[in-house]
């Protein structure tokens, strides 16, 4: 290291001894608008204690030179050479040690990390150097031996006689190693003489041959040598950079090194270019991409595993302008998908009910169960007296009104232990949902027919409902104690509705009974079961429940509770299950006494607690695996449900034009009853009395108690507010005795429709009907004051009175329309006139009369409208 002046720095003191290894000095700093600062930089120096005799500011003897001699001369046969003694050993010169610098542990480990990779770098360049230049010399050397066997071919062939001594060829391996220093040297080779030959010529005195010119070898000139450009990040000095305190105080002059960031680019383009020459071989995978009814461009490109603006070139090539996050249907994708050499597989959203209904039932499986039986008939007729009579009840009795408006499922067990389910349906008109759900769920159809009343509307509506459901049917003609009765003219009068009994050559069974004296049950339970056991009744019980609701109603105390009728498997609780949109858990079963009940199996009516909310009369109810796969399925018929409700219906401009020309009034209500059933019967009676001037607007229908709610949407349309069966609570009553809301309580369905048809019908404008009463013709026109005009009148047919309404038409186009009046017949007053005779009259607000006009007179009348 030296010591000189120059390289130290400048001291802030004097040292206090000889060569201090701390050296201080100052270094100013300068900062924005004309700041400064000035810091005292310490430098700590290694003290380097060296051998005596070693010098450590010397340079390195010079290496011994190579011998320039052409290694080409190897090849040929050389004396050897005595052995050059060994060089003397020269003196190693000390390494110095570098002169400490400022920087940290981090950067000197980041310099050296970048000095060796620099290294490994320069390594790799040098050895594909040395591999290019091996490569351009041995194909040199190859190109000039081919040259040599060419000439010598063409030498010997001009010189037969001659006999040249073959030279030893030189071996590839040293033309290749003699190749680059021949390059530099370029010796120029000597031609082959002619008389080389002379010598072995025959010593005979023979003609001279004529004399030959060899062919001379031109001599090869250096090519001249381009200059080589200087290699990028070799000599740049724009990359060079300002001079730091770091590279100031370096132990070399060397340019400066490259940076972390750079290497870490440069291995980055190593590696893209290496997984990019792989990739062009790579074959494309072809994929099963999952398609939904509808899917998004970008999300089918994402599940193809391909570039998003590939998918929108085809679809404009296919003429869809579409951008990445609009939607396409499955066959446009599907195209898409085909398209790019790949699998489509169809999904859609009515998957998720596969397999929810579970698997056929295996033959060996199958056990004998109880029928299904259902009550039909008139209102009226006797069949909740006649279900009464086979239970031994009084059903009838807790029915208002004395007609059935619920659907109840009941068991009956007979004297000899067989067991029958019996579904009562209501018989009013009103309820026919309720007729065709129970003929749907049932195995054979009781008709009821009173012997003193006959065949009835709701007699044959039921009739159809069983012939639209497919199911046998047993005739029970009822009221056979009556004075009146006939049953033959009731089998009679079945004969016009295609059904035929046995008594009179048919294959449908009938039996007289009476409800009230319980006369011929037993027989009726004899072909009951008799049909029953023709039918061969079987089910599983050793799987998943499935079911229909017979009736849903919102308990205040238990919550939604739906009555179901289990038609396969065993229903137990604790079970998962979803009805329609709704889903649950099992949490009570009660059958038809009102006992709780732990599981129910095929053909037994129970009531379900757990639902989530009240589901509609009719649903299915499924067992499922757990609560997930429930709520699943449950919002997804949720969804359709709301779908459907709010979908719109595609317009054209003959049905704008007619909603725009028609007035309709609207009669809103709201309507809340007890069980679905009869919510459902009621909406389905106040559509029908609908007409053309007025309609009723259902603003909500559910099941339960009236609540605020319902209070607060009938004051905002000023409804009335129907209550069935059911009240408000104790908060929605005050609410609505403040809102002046309309309730209406009912208990019989007749009341209900008959009010509300009455009010409908008072909310339109009376009709006014208009009755000809006379026709006169104006002979001629006087004037009758100083404004108005009398006209002089012919009573053509009718009669003129005072006060009647007249047309005045004029060529038959009506002029005006006013009222007689005064009326007069010479000169006296008069009420009336009669036809055939002559009057006068003035007209009331029109002065406009000519002779022949034509006076038409007639009478309004208003009447109520009715419904």
């Not at 310099?111 to 040199?140: F, H, P, S, V, Y």
């Not at 299950?577 to 037994?604: C, H």
Request: with cysteine; charged share 30%; proline share 6%.
């Amino acid at each position: 290291m030296s010591d000189s002046k120059e390289d130290k720095p400048v001291l802030g003191r004097k040292p206090l001894g000889i060569k201090r290894t701390v050296e201080s000095g100052q270094v100013q700093q300068q900062f924005s608008h004309g700041r400064k600062n000035t810091v005292v930089v310490e430098v700590k120096r290694r003290r380097v204690l060296g051998k005596p005799g070693e010098s450590t500011g010397g340079a390195p003897a010079a290496t011994p030179q190579a011998d320039p001699a052409p290694t080409a001369a190897a090849a040929a046969p050389v004396a050897p050479r005595p052995a050059a003694p060994p060089p003397p050993r020269q003196q190693q010169p000390v390494r110095t040690a570098p002169p400490q610098s400022l920087m940290s542990r981090q950067e000197l480990q980041a310099k050296l990390l970048r000095e060796a990779e620099e290294a490994r770098m320069n390594a790799q360049e040098e050895a594909r150097r040395r591999e290019d230049a091996a490569r351009l010399a041995a194909i040199e050397a190859e190109k000039r031996r081919a040259e040599e066997n060419r000439q010598a071919a063409e030498t010997a062939a001009s010189a037969p006689a001659v006999e040249e001594a073959p030279a030893p060829e030189p071996t590839p391996v040293a033309e290749a190693t003699a190749a680059p220093q021949e390059a530099a040297a370029q010796p120029a080779e000597t031609p082959v003489e002619a008389d080389t030959g002379a010598a072995a010529a025959p010593t005979t005195a023979a003609p001279p041959p004529p004399r030959r010119f060899t062919p001379v070898t031109p001599v090869k000139r250096p090519e001249p040598t381009k200059p080589e450009r200087a290699k990028k990040g070799e000599d740049n000095r724009r990359q060079a950079g300002k001079l730091t305190v770091t590279k100031a105080l370096a132990d070399d002059d060397s340019a400066r090194a490259r940076s972390l960031a750079a290497l870490k680019r440069a291995r980055e383009k190593e590696r893209r270019a290496h997984y990019a020459g792989g990739s062009k071989t790579r074959e494309k995978q072809s994929r099963d991409v999952i398609v939904p009814e509808v899917i998004t461009v970008q999300e089918l490109a994402n599940r193809m595993a391909e570039k998003g603006a590939d998918l929108v070139k085809s679809l404009f090539k296919m003429g869809q302008a579409v951008t990445l996050n609009q939607s396409i249907d499955q066959d446009t994708a599907e195209l898409l998908v085909e398209e790019f050499g790949h699998r489509i597989q169809r999904v859609s959203d009515a998957d998720i009910e596969i397999g929810i209904e579970g698997e056929a039932d295996a033959v060996e499986a199958l056990k004998p169960r109880a029928p299904v039986v259902t009550i039909m008939g008139h209102v009226d007729h006797g069949k909740t007296s006649l279900l009464d009579a086979l239970r031994g009840t009084s059903v009838v009795s807790g029915e208002s009104g004395g007609i059935t408006q619920h659907i109840g499922a009941y068991q009956v067990t007979t004297k000899k232990g067989d067991v029958i389910t019996f579904l009562d349906t209501p018989g009013h008109e009103a309820f026919s949902e309720m007729r065709a759900r129970g003929a749907n769920v049932t195995d054979i159809v009781i008709l009821v027919v009173a012997a003193d009343d006959g065949l009835m509307p709701q007699t044959i509506e039921a009739i159809n409902h069983t012939k639209a459901a497919g199911v046998p049917m047993i005739v029970a003609i009822n009221k056979v104690d009556k004075p009146d009765a006939n049953p033959q003219k009731v089998r009679e009068r079945l004969l016009s509705e295609e059904i035929v009994v046995e008594d009179m050559g048919g294959d449908v069974q009938d039996v007289e009974v009476s409800a009230l004296k319980k006369t011929g049950l037993d027989e009726l339970i004899e072909k009951i079961l008799l049909q029953a056991e023709l039918m061969e009744l079987t089910a599983n019980p050793d799987r998943a429940a499935e079911g229909n609701v017979i009736e849903a109603q919102l308990d205040r105390g238990r919550g939604a509770v739906a009555t179901v009728l289990v038609r396969k498997g065993t229903l137990k609780v604790g079970d998962t299950f979803v009805i329609g949109a709704e889903s649950g858990k099992v949490r009570a079963l009660i059958n038809d006494k009102g006992q709780q009940v732990k599981s129910a199996g095929p053909s037994t009516p129970v009531e379900i607690l757990g639902l989530s909310g009240v589901p509609m009369a009719g649903d299915q109810m499924t067992v499922v695996e757990n609560e997930a796969r429930a709520r699943e399925v449950a919002a997804y018929r949720q969804e359709q449900i709301t779908r459907k409700r709010t979908a719109s219906v595609p317009t054209n401009f003959e049905n704008m034009f007619s909603a725009l020309s028609t007035k309709v009034i609207e009669y809103p209500v709201v309507i809340r009853g007890d069980v679905q059933g009869s919510v459902e019967a009621i909406v389905s009676a106040l559509n029908r009395i609908s007409t053309d001037e007025i309609k009723v607007r259902i603003l909500s229908s559910g099941v339960g108690a009236i609540t605020e709610s319902d209070v607060t949407l009938a004051s905002a349309s000023r409804a009335p507010l129907i209550g069935f069966n059911v009240r408000p609570n104790a908060k929605a009553r005050p609410l609505a005795i403040r809102e002046k809301i309309s309730l209406r309580y009912y208990d019989v369905i007749y009341d209900l429709l008959e009010e509300v048809r009455n009010e409908m019908a008072g909310q339109l404008a009376p009709e006014r009907i208009e009755t000809i009463v006379g026709r006169a013709e104006v002979l001629q026109v006087f004037p009758a004051g100083k404004k108005d005009k009398a006209a002089g009148l012919l009573v053509m047919e009718g009669i003129i009175r005072k006060g009647l309404n007249a047309r005045l038409t004029r060529d038959d186009v009506i002029v005006s329309k006013t009222v007689i009046h005064s009326l007069r017949r010479f000169k006296d007053d008069v009420s009336e006139v009669r036809a055939g005779m002559e009057c006068g009259a003035v007209l009331q607000d029109t002065n406009d009369i000519k002779a022949g006009d034509t006076l038409e007179l007639f009478e309004v009348e208003e009447r109520v409208r009715t419904l």
